[in-house]
């Protein structure tokens, strides 16, 4: 027994000497800095250094985009001869692919009386042996649609220029689209460049069918993932109106836009530019001129004021130290509220401004009328500014659509249609957007007061000679820019017929209702 005693605490000693640890204990040691990406760690857990580890693994990270490895299910067998193996499973989250979860295993060997992992690329994934790599093959589906209301494609060549600048266009992914977009994009992949086409990538594209591959001598799938159509994208454009708006603007010399909307939604149909460049109809900054007289008479109305109330309008005024005068130098003494918008009094608005609304209270109007808000149409826009008057002076100015005010044709399309319907409503472009502005509705005094003005504008006004036709209410404006003795003028006009507003403008063009409001008439004949 005492030999027996004796051999027996020798091989203990022996196998305490050999062998320290076991091999499961490596092994999960190994996978669970795996798992925490800790490479460092990793090496700890090495037999002897292995050149290329490092590039091993970034096979996953580098090359398939692996956000992280969860490696679990650890199981080594039985060691013999000094070696062992252990299995796991490992779970790689591909960016933009999703889960992709495969099995491997791990050698393990006894190295200077540590159980140690006997490293070889095939550690990573069983596929590789150091000759080969993981690669990531997408095949995109067809492109989605691009429609107008009607469901016609508006994304081909055969639609105006404008119509084309609001889509975009397709280009070759550049590195940083990759880095935007994620790695089922590689450079070269077909992307959207501006306008509605890059807004809604992600939606047009759709998901590739992605396959991780081992690429070498030859090419294996190990994992495929299904992709997924594009959706079609509607928008609200109807080619009807958007080609009369483009008929409209076509042949004037200065540059000119016109937006259509339709007022008991908000929806866009038409955006039209006669020139190139930029996009005035959505992103011009242009001081409104005496369109935003139709905001200051709203507030005028909701302080008391009816179309009927008389005022005065003489050559000049003086509010605030700014002298005032009216275009031509006209004058028309006492006459109604109502008659003093259809012929555009500077000095009726200005003094009524300065008396009965204050900064505050047309800051507030212009506000809930889309001014000062962001707009979200589905394409880049420019929201209209009306900065808070600081004096008497500028607020004469601004009662006028003077000062610091700045406006695009579309955000004075949307004044003229919430005259129309009622309620201020945010303008979009794609109706499935979701809208973060509520609508805004008007005392229904002040609708019913607008409306007669806006219609004596056109019967007896600044707009009575432009042929507009029967039925339609709108506001001239005359917009000077500049600085010197002879200014320059933005003619402009905004109305409505109908379940239609719009707004034009023409760049230096002179007077609004001699050189806007025909442009909005033959608009609307073209409709006819």
Not at 16 to 25: A, M, S, Y
Not at 73 to 85: F, I, L, P, Q, Y
Request: a positive charge.
């Amino acid at each position: 027994m005492a030999v027996v005693l004796a051999g027996g605490a020798a091989g203990g000693a022996y196998y305490v000497l050999h062998t320290r640890g076991t091999p499961q204990e490596t092994a999960a040691r190994f996978a669970a800095a795996w798992s925490r990406g800790d490479l460092a760690a990793m090496k700890a857990e090495l037999a002897a250094p292995a050149p290329g580890f490092d590039a091993a693994y970034a096979e996953l990270t580098k090359n398939l985009a692996v956000a992280k490895v969860a490696v679990r299910d650890v199981r080594a067998g039985a060691a013999k001869d000094d070696r062992a193996t252990a299995s796991y499973t490992a779970t790689a989250t591909v960016k933009n692919v999703g889960d992709w979860t495969y099995r491997g295993s791990l050698k393990l060997v006894v190295k200077d009386h540590y159980w140690k992992v006997d490293w070889s690329p095939a550690a990573v994934h069983p596929a590789l042996d150091g000759t080969n790599h993981l690669a990531l093959k997408t095949s995109w589906p067809q492109r989605a649609a691009i429609t107008g209301a009607d469901g016609g494609r508006i994304d081909g060549g055969d639609v105006g220029g404008s119509v084309q600048q609001l889509v975009g266009y397709l280009d070759k992914a550049e590195d940083e689209d990759v880095e935007k977009l994620g790695t089922a994009y590689k450079k070269g992949d077909a992307v959207g460049r501006g306008g509605l086409q890059e807004t809604f990538q992600r939606q047009l594209a759709g998901t590739p069918t992605t396959e991780i591959q081992v690429v070498g001598r030859s090419r294996k799938t190990l994992h495929a993932v299904e992709g997924s159509p594009g959706k079609d994208l509607r928008t609200s454009l109807d080619l009807k109106v958007q080609s009369a708006a483009a008929d409209a603007v076509r042949d004037l010399d200065k540059p000119a836009s016109l937006v259509a909307v339709r007022p008991s939604t908000g929806e866009i149909l038409a955006i039209a530019n006669n020139k190139g460049g930029f996009n005035r109809a959505l992103d011009g900054r242009y001081a409104p001129g005496s369109t935003f007289k139709t905001i200051t008479a709203a507030g005028l109305l909701a302080e008391g004021l009816t179309p009927s109330s008389r005022v005065t309008c003489p050559k000049e005024a003086v509010v605030g130290g700014l002298k005032i005068r009216n275009s031509d130098h006209e004058a028309f003494g006492s006459l109604s509220f109502l008659d003093s918008y259809a012929h555009s009094c500077n000095t009726t608005f200005a003094p009524l401004a300065a008396d009965k609304l204050g900064a505050a209270k047309l800051y507030d109007l212009a506000t809930d009328l889309g001014f000062n808000q962001p707009l979200r149409i589905g394409v880049p826009a420019t929201a209209g500014s009306m900065p808070k008057a600081t004096s008497e002076a500028d607020l004469a100015a601004e009662s006028f659509g003077q000062g610091r005010i700045t406006a695009s044709p579309l955000v004075m399309a949307t004044v003229a249609a919430a005259v129309a319907d009622g309620s201020w409503r945010p303008p979009t472009l794609v109706p499935s957007l979701k809208q973060k502005t509520a609508p805004k509705e008007l005392p229904d005094n002040v609708v019913t007061g607008l409306r007669s003005m806006m219609r004596a504008v056109v019967t007896k006004g600044t707009a009575h000679a432009a042929g507009l036709p029967a039925g339609t209410a709108g506001k001239t404006g005359t917009a000077e820019f500049g600085a010197g003795p002879e200014l320059d003028s933005h003619a402009w006009f905004i109305g409505y017929r109908g379940d239609l507003a719009f707004a034009v403008v023409v760049e230096a063009g002179g007077m609004g209702g001699g050189v806007a409001a025909p442009v909005a008439a033959r608009f609307l004949k073209g409709l006819s």
